[in-house]
């Protein structure tokens, strides 16, 4: 890498830590406004739904935009929304209003959803392009690590602030005493996000007035209805998406109500019971160098295949095991997760040819299986208990196991180009 090059690769790479931070703090939202708020599992599982929708959302806009402008332009963007959307969490901590904190994570999430977009081609762009997959790589193990310190961060400054006092015994308050313990509670989920707003205001000003490169996307214009119907033609296209879709509806369902489970089954408060939730994490980010190793000497659909068999043979075990054995395995599901989203996403878009931008970014959009799917399990955790909620990602885990033994199979066919 040149050494014009070296800081802005090192800012560029500080976003995915910081969007790391940002997702998995989220996740621990759904506890917090469970017990804050009195809400039911379905309520707070809107959390994800204006969390992954945004993304879902932003993800067509944002390759767009920086087909446009430059990718430093997406850059800025994108920071100004996360910084914007986090900023929001104080006014809303005033308002006390669960709607203000749902606006303030949809903005936020519009932010990394640009940021995400235009990041990874940034990187690559940073170079030789010989040595854009090692660089991308590089600036990505960042990612777990901030995903971790997201966690830490809402349990040191979140999870540990929350009143002791149950649903119950809040409803015997009077609303002087609730109005009381709620405004400090949600201080306590501010401070974080606006802590993190902070860092961000100073970043956005060091790459705004820093030489970064003026790299851009200068390849063919994007031709949606064409390319559309020819992509849909395809059948491990179709099945890689499909397959995309429930895989974060796996994800985002385990790891949403991963806190809830241990604390229904171990009688422990969010606090103690996020650290099921850190070693979840550690074990996810561990697992990424071990499946790396098995791609030596297993093809990547078997591998993919046989993650998701042991994920749901785990989920089945929280589904109708109890005590340690259920938490323990319910931490194991995610050593199954961390090989999926990369697979899959490989796996779909092989041979498309100049199709593979359009090709890509509607793998990425699947991302909505993560709105979708807390939303379903938070619904039958209110009807039922929380174990049986876990059939959800169950479903989700067996469909990933069809595409890894059929959808992802068939051979790759390129896609007809544009004439």
């Not at 390759?63 to 986090?86: D, E, M, P, Q, R």
């Not at 990187?123 to 310190?149: C, D, H, K, V, W």
């Not at 209805?225 to 499909?242: A, C, N, S």
């Not at 990369?342 to 593979?356: C, E, H, K, M």
Request: proline letters at 4%; aromatic letters at 14%; one cysteine or more.
């Amino acid at each position: 890498m040149k050494k014009k090059y070296i800081l802005p690769f090192i800012l560029v790479t500080s976003l995915f830590f910081l969007w790391g931070i940002a997702n998995n703090m989220t996740d621990t939202l759904l506890a917090v406004f469970k017990k804050v708020m009195s809400m039911t599992d379905f309520q707070t599982s809107w959390i994800q739904v204006a969390f992954y929708g945004a993304y879902f959302c932003s993800a067509i806009p944002a390759a767009l935009y920086i087909k446009k402008y430059t990718y430093k332009s997406g850059v800025l963007l994108g920071l100004g929304l996360f910084a914007f959307g986090s900023l929001m969490f104080y006014p809303a901590s005033f308002t006390m209003s669960y709607g203000h904190f749902l606006a303030s994570l949809f903005i936020l999430a519009s932010g990394l959803s640009i940021l995400e977009t235009t990041a990874n081609p940034y990187i690559i762009a940073m170079g030789p392009p010989e040595t854009g997959t090692y660089r991308l790589n590089l600036a990505q193990s960042f990612n777990p690590i901030g995903s971790i310190t997201g966690v830490l961060l809402s349990k040191v400054f979140i999870l540990s602030h929350l009143n002791a006092a149950t649903k119950e015994e809040r409803a015997q308050m009077s609303a002087e005493q609730l109005d009381a313990i709620q405004s400090e509670e949600l201080s306590a989920v501010m401070g974080p996000y606006v802590g993190v707003a902070v860092v961000l205001l100073v970043l956005w000003v060091i790459i705004k007035f820093t030489n970064m490169p003026k790299a851009s996307d200068a390849g063919p214009d994007l031709n949606f209805i064409p390319t559309f119907k020819r992509l849909i033609k395809i059948p491990h296209y179709v099945w890689g998406v499909v397959a995309q879709f429930f895989y974060l509806g796996a994800q985002l369902g385990t790891w949403s109500f991963t806190i809830r489970y241990v604390m229904s089954e171990l009688n422990l408060n969010e606090d103690d019971a996020s650290n099921y939730y850190l070693a979840a994490l550690f074990l996810f980010t561990a697992s990424r160098f071990v499946f790396t190793f098995l791609m030596r000497f297993i093809s990547a659909r078997k591998l993919l295949m046989m993650a998701a068999i042991f994920g749901a043979l785990c989920t089945t075990i929280v589904i109708f095991g109890h005590g340690y054995i259920a938490v323990y395995a319910l931490v194991s599901v995610s050593f199954s997760l961390s090989l999926m989203f990369p697979t899959i996403f490989g796996l779909a878009v092989r041979g498309l040819g100049d199709d593979t931008k359009i090709g890509g970014a509607g793998v990425i959009m699947a991302i909505l299986g993560g709105a979708v799917f807390p939303l379903i399990q938070g619904l039958v955790s209110d009807a039922t208990n929380i174990h049986f909620s876990f059939a959800i990602p169950l479903v989700c885990f067996i469909v990933v196991v069809v595409f890894g033994a059929t959808g992802a199979k068939l051979e790759p066919q390129t896609a007809p180009q544009q004439e």
